[in-house]
């Protein structure tokens, strides 16, 4: 099993809530922040490797203050003090096991989420963790690993100026829907895997094969952990008055949340086709035993009694009239052949080859 | 296995909300819009190529424009232009692996439903994705592929006046009402399939049958798909106080809402048994195994300690007075026959034949 | 399997809502309406071949119109027009597959609910649908069969002044409580059966046994179709304020709403058993082949060492010293009971016998 | 199976409502009432026959009115007369077969929950049905069964003043509590049962444990039916704002109703453990199968191969130069010492032995 | 097994409820209570050996009393008195085997909930009781055995201000957090536990690894029966607007809340992991008894067919002309080469070795 089932945490039970702690992959490493400041009219891109160097918001903007890859405790408390933002808030940045979640502030919406992987060599689904907070003209968000999973949105950003008429709140609804969008890839890519693995199921059912499925059933489980929760919260994004998004938003939000749906029913019926692979396994073990058996059964019921004939045969005793007839091997052959025959015959009858 | 778990996407994530992309068969084709404009005195019947040729609504009328299939992304963008459609309506419309559902906009309903064929060559349940925009006086439906499932509706229009009584939120209801008709006679031929599996299964057990029955489940969980989301679906058109469907229309949708339900129950009743197909599965080979297991078991402990005997007497002591008595041979025959027979009256009355 | 799994439907799909369609035995016979007119003074009795001889309602009187076997479209189109009833009411009276329900419309109440009865001979649940509806002083029962359910309550009202004191709201409460009384009965009989099929199971787990209860699990499934909708049906008739049911009448609907929870209970309970049964089946049957496994184990196990030892001496190597010994031949019988004696003392040890 | 699945009921379907008819034991017995009134200051006992002997009840004291085993129907009508309770409740209170539920009338509450008890020699746990009324200062309460279940709280009530000090409510909370208090003392029962039934399946696991175990799953089927039952009772007792209940009270009935809660988790535990067994038995066959499988392919894997060397040199050919040798019958035996030895040293390294 | 099912209670059923019974291990020792009195500017510890000796409460300090290790029942008695505790909430504190509940009362709060630990040696999760009262300024703990839980939270009030600017209702969440911060721990144990079993069954599928998966399955029912109840518990803490708990604190319980959801998100893929391995086993079971059957088939069907044609030519006719035959020996022997070879090849076609 290439993962740990539950993830150690590097917290100290006990310690005081709000006290940061990192449980990322490299700790206190310089943070690379991507500045994207823009309106209809013009559009900005400039990289930090402090907030000190933060230039002030400018009205009638949008801000967007990307991260790709956690770079420890400090910028983080950093980032803190800029934004106001609350311990509690700063300490879920930093925990990359966390729960998709969304967290209503007076001045703020904290969201939690995941992107998803499927690596094609070890068969599994890894997570990493994005924290959004949107504000009223600002959206910051943090991608536990390098690689900057926006892209997308900043090309949208820079070609054209579509996306830069709406503000902060589509924004943040921008990059929830590149994360729902990477899922459908996600579950086609797993619904490949699970048809190879039928495949293989109807042509070889080895033991390696139960592996596998038993092993992508587990996968399935995180993949689930991450779904329904993520469905949770677009869910109260929608039902939430908040008034940081605009009602003309909230008809896309209603569009990711049809997404998530749909990826959900979708994940379910793998899930249940992923069961069904097992029980067709359990199913084919018994119907080959009962194979194994019949070839076992037919070869014994034949063989043991003509064994047995010619071991009377081959008895010693001084009187045994059949051993001196002319005909009497050949006699004893035909029988023997009768016998074998007729058995050959009820064992066909009854369907067994 | 048939078709694929997954459907692919044509669309590339993280391109902007509401880009057009065609999930379906034939892109980009000439459209074939049907025009019906009617009411209770009147009905004509036009073929447009293109949406410039829609000749202006008349007041009184209802408008019913439909096409079958899909041709593409321009059509569906010029049916946005002339309606004034979402573009997220638009993007759900050329989606053709979409969950079923109702959206209320300001001044349109639109609802996405399938048409569900069972296709007896290949056992498989196919679906066709529907797409209808409910306006004040007009209906647009958007069929995911050419032949119009809607014929009936058709001829009942243009043989008699009373459904032409009734306004556009009816005749969205009679195009419902047709599908979900249909939905009976595709329970029929899934309920007739299922049954003639069992009587497979009840004359001869092969793992043909198995891989039959594990298929045809398969196809049993995509209609769950469908049809679970459409029963949240109605019931969503009755409890919302819509204006667009009149109270008396109410009574209509109530009854497809029944014809619904009544279907959820029949695929569940379905599901249980076939889902008791594969545990009788199991059972009878299990059972065969003890069959087969019950004749192996006879046959060696009937002959093996016979053959023992024999061994026995084919030894060669020189000191083996049973060897030249008169009647040793005809002594040692009547013994195995009454071990053979002790044996045989054992396994009778243990009930193994 | 006696019945069909899915019943065909008469109406063709796609025909007009309303349109009436009947899915019974006998089409279009002559109906035969049993009138009773009834206060707490006086009461009547008519039988009617035709509505038209229906005589006018008197102040002050219940009028029960009742019709045991459904006859056909022509007299339930004249009862629509008789009562004014909405099109698709009608429609339902004749669908006798219909899920049990209950449906205001402003002037009466619809009802519709089954009659069930066990047949022992073939061990099925059958299902007989009723339609009731309830008017200020009129209630209105059609039996899909022939023969009157409603027997029990003709008496009652004829016997004696009680039943007779209340209005046309207790009298619908009475029919609803005959058919649910007889619901017990029926519960009572499935519980036999299932008993009886437990001990069958426990004496000779046959595969007729397993078919037995297979099918006897599918019947169960059409009692849950038909039970969990009229608890639903009562339910709402108890919770919805319908000025159509006074409130002394609805401390008794609530008495039937128990014995229908009661109902269920007994019936999930009876389910649960009867699962139960199904893995006990499976499990006795991996007993008997562990069983029958042993037996031959040990015949085997203990017949082919001794054998073996018996060949040996049967080879024909002209030098083999033992074969010339005075006591050989009894040294090797005694070697030969010490083996199998040691063999069977093994099994024995280990719980084989 | 000692108890029927489905209890008898001796009412005829179809009878009228409020039609008394008594399914207990001894139908139509002297009913013997026992009555205690009392208040802070005094207390007084009095046995009844009739309820004709009723004294009228004092201002300021509580009275209790308690029958042990149910006399038939006459007395029960008397109740019904002298405190003016409705037929249906009499109805209820002889059908002792009624699940667990709470009523509110007008003046009264009318709550029917059971007593529960463990039979260890039949292993079967009994239920007892309680009825109880509580009105504004008298509380009524039958037993089904002879036998004061609430001996404990007479005892109190005699003992000292503590409970006399309050009202009538509090009274019907201390039957409650009792026999909620009872429920532990049974799932201690249950559940060392279940300890023992698990010891009995790891050192020997015989059909008769299979049955023991399955046969004891059923009586857990009736604890459910009477458990969750009452869960509902005490939390609608709690929920709704009867006058009859005091707020001081409601606290106790809180409690009551964290015991009900905390016996619910507590069974449903039970019942997980009892089909984890099940499964553990299913799984220790297999196992079983497989070791006797082991035993028999050992042995016969090692003998036959060397039953035939030994059938070979037992050939009656002219020309076997192998015969003649001096050494031949060493070399032979020397040969199957090292196929045996090597089929052992083979198993052994697969881990068969 | 070595924990009881059921716990022993030791209250007889019927006593008086508020009746106090201790259930604990020690009972009647001496109590040591700790008691910690803090504002922002100072912090004093004190031990007391009775109630008697508590100093009044400063006013603008909170106040918190802890127990390790109930002590009997006279001490809680005196609890009681000092602090107006209701009878109900000192009889659920010496109730050691209480579901986790919180219990809002006029002037306090009581909360009870369970301290969990995994202990390595016997596999065993084991329980700690803990009651909270949460005053105005006042926190009392009550810990059911020795040795203090919360000595992180009393390091961080004697080590800084910080903790001790915040309210009673906030030092009653830093208890509830550093249990819950310790089930993190517990479900690490856990996880490593399981990947423990799943690498056992993986190596060497025995019996002994069947019972740990068993008793483990076990231990995670009570790990449900303890999580669950404390997020309802939280969940009621958040709802319910109970004035004690002030509006910043409740951001801090948000948090908890959050833990406590991502606890039994993992808890529950933990039992699906562990319901796997309890499928896989059996699975492998199955895939064992084919191995052994085919082992056993190939070594009968290749040797019994042989034995047999040595059976034929140690028969002892005086007319059987391949006796007499020069290369009858040879000839014989190179068929049995050839029978042989060509059963192992069908057998190698066929995937069984
Ligand atoms: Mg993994
Ligand atoms: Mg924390
Ligand atoms: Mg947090
Ligand atoms: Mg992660
Ligand atoms: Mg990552
Ligand atoms: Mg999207
Ligand atoms: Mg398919
Ligand atoms: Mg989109
Ligand atoms: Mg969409
Ligand atoms: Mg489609
Ligand atoms: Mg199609
Ligand atoms: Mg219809
Ligand atoms: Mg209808
Ligand atoms: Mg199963
Ligand atoms: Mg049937
Ligand atoms: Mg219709
Ligand atoms: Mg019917
Ligand atoms: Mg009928
Ligand atoms: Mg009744
Ligand atoms: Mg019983
Ligand atoms: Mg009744
Ligand atoms: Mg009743
Ligand atoms: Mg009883
Ligand atoms: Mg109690
Ligand atoms: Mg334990
Ligand atoms: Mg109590
Ligand atoms: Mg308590
Ligand atoms: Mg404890
Ligand atoms: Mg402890
Ligand atoms: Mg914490
Ligand atoms: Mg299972």
Known sequence: MAGKLVRKKGKKAGSAPGTLVFSGASPDAEAHWQLLQYNLDSIEQLNLSSLQQLPPAKPDSVRWLNLCGLPGIAPIEQLGQVFS???LVLEDMLNTDHR???EAHPDYLFVVFKMLRFHPDSREIRAEQISLVLMEQTVISLQETPG???DGVVQRLLAGRRLRGFGADYLAYALLDA???????LLEQCGDHIEQLENELMTAPTTAVLAKIHHFKREMLLLRKVVWPLRELLSSLLRDENPLIKPETRIFLRDVYDHCVHIIDTMETLRDVLSGLLDL??????????EVMKVLTMMA???IPLTFIAGIYGMNFEVMPELGWQYGYALILGLMACIGGGL????RRRGWW
Do not use: A, G, Q
């Not at 994360?179 to 890839?185: A, G, K, L, P, T």
């Open 85 to 87: 933002l609350h311990p």
């Open 100 to 102: 998709p979640k969304v």
């Open 281 to 290: 396994y359990l199913t084919s073990v018994s119907n080959r035993t009962n």
């Open 344 to 347: 050959l015959w009820y064992f």
């Open 148 to 150: 900057n999973d926006f």
């Open 301 to 303: 019921s034949i063989f």
């Open 179 to 185: 994360v729902v969008d990477h899922y459908f890839i």
